[in-house]
């Protein structure tokens, strides 16, 4: 597996230190999740559960802070909802559509200001 390079973000301070961010396709609960859109700690991940059946995680991704661990620092990182932020910081919709208009309220962006999505 590739390391993942480091960058920081405006959402977290620079004086923080790097973060790691989310990649871009990750397996999580024995299932492929792939990044359709992503504004600072805002995502939206497809969730394929057959060729024909997906699933669109919407969720604000929460800031893990940098630890000690097996003998080396680590940094921070964004992470993956887990089961309890359904419906706080994290939603799950049958359509890109619904997903779309979600993560659009969730970062106050007006629909027609997303580039080339059709709502």
């Known amino acids: 597996m590739k390391?993942?390079?480091l960058k920081t973000t405006d959402s977290w301070k620079q004086d923080n230190g790097p973060i790691k961010y989310l990649p871009r396709i990750l397996t999580k609960n024995g299932f492929t999740y792939t990044q359709v859109l992503c504004k600072g700690r805002s995502y939206i991940y497809e969730?394929?559960?057959t060729e024909k059946?997906?699933?669109y995680e919407v969720f604000i991704a929460k800031v893990?802070?940098?630890?000690?661990?097996?003998g080396a620092m680590r940094p921070a990182k964004e992470a993956f909802p887990c089961n309890e932020d359904f419906g706080k910081t994290a939603w799950s919709?049958?359509?890109?559509k619904d997903a779309i208009d979600k993560f659009?309220?969730?970062n106050n962006i007006r629909?027609?200001?997303i580039m080339n999505i059709p709502i």
């Open 64 to 70: 893990k802070p940098e630890r000690f661990f097996k």
């Open 104 to 106: 659009l309220e969730i």
């Open 111 to 113: 629909k027609k200001k």
């Open 3 to 5: 390391s993942q390079k």
């Open 53 to 55: 059946v997906k699933y």
């Open 47 to 49: 969730q394929e559960i």
């Open 93 to 96: 919709y049958r359509n890109l």
